[in-house]
């Protein structure tokens, strides 16, 4: 079984900062999940990715598949960029493995 | 934007009442799943449904839990008798063939009194 561990747990900082949110994982997997969590609850995906680099405005996503590990990052933070990133991996063919999230709070 | 939908957004049952939550997941996905989430901790796998049959299941998706796709376009979860303990956030997701991401709904709180 899989296990999915993000740091930091927590992350406070301010408008216009660079952010990176980290996840590694323990058995290889055939794709990892980036999600953000709204504050009502919702989950939106932001990416999926099974080798190197994807990038959707100001975030960017990065994965290392040999050392199990991927980064979240954004760019020029915004207030609105708060909420919580979860990642998250396929296990087998069906479903999906979460970490703990990480509670972002970007301040103005 | 095709969505997944989730009603009710919040339903309030006492225990030892079944629950029925439902979802409409969007129209040509195929593979459909249900997740929860009790508060403060991490998203949790319950059923994978594919091809109008269970495809995968946790070991927290007991005999008080049931999935359905009773027409075509909804794909319910229903809890038979609820405990305190099913308290918690539940998300519909589904997702189409091949390599595709899963879709998730704005989920149904359940709280159980």
């Known amino acids: 079984k899989n296990e999915v561990e993000q740091s930091p747990q927590n992350l406070t900082a301010q408008e216009g900062e660079f952010i990176t949110i980290n996840c590694s994982y323990s058995?290889?997997?055939?794709?990892l999940h980036w999600l953000q969590q709204h504050p009502g609850g919702g989950i939106v995906s932001l990416f999926m990715?099974?080798?190197g680099k994807k990038k959707h405005g100001r975030l960017i996503a990065t994965i290392n598949i040999q050392e199990k590990h991927s980064s979240l990052h954004i760019t020029a933070s915004h207030p609105r960029d708060s909420a919580v990133y979860i990642c998250?991996?396929?296990?087998?063919?069906?479903?999906?493995?979460f970490g703990q999230g990480t509670r972002l709070t970007i301040n103005p | 934007e095709p969505e997944v939908t989730q009603t009710p957004s919040h339903q309030v049952t006492q225990m030892g009442q079944e629950v029925i939550l439902r979802c409409v997941p969007i129209?040509?996905?195929?593979?459909f799943y249900w997740y929860r989430q009790i508060l403060g901790q991490k998203v949790e796998f319950l059923v994978s449904?594919?091809?109008?049959?269970?495809?995968?299941k946790s070991e927290i998706f007991d005999d008080q839990f049931s999935v359905e796709r009773p027409d075509g376009s909804n794909f319910t979860l229903k809890i038979r008798s609820t405990k305190l303990e099913d308290s918690a956030m539940y998300f519909c997701?589904?997702?189409?063939?091949?390599?595709?991401?899963?879709?998730f709904g704005d989920g149904t709180r359940l709280s159980i009194l």
């Open positions: 997701a589904s997702r189409g063939g091949g390599n595709q991401p899963q879709h």
């Open positions: 058995v290889g997997i055939s794709a």
């Open positions: 990715l099974s080798s």
């Open positions: 998250a991996v396929n296990e087998g063919a069906q479903k999906l493995v």
């Open positions: 129209s040509n996905h195929l593979y």
């Open positions: 449904f594919y091809n109008n049959e269970i495809s995968e």
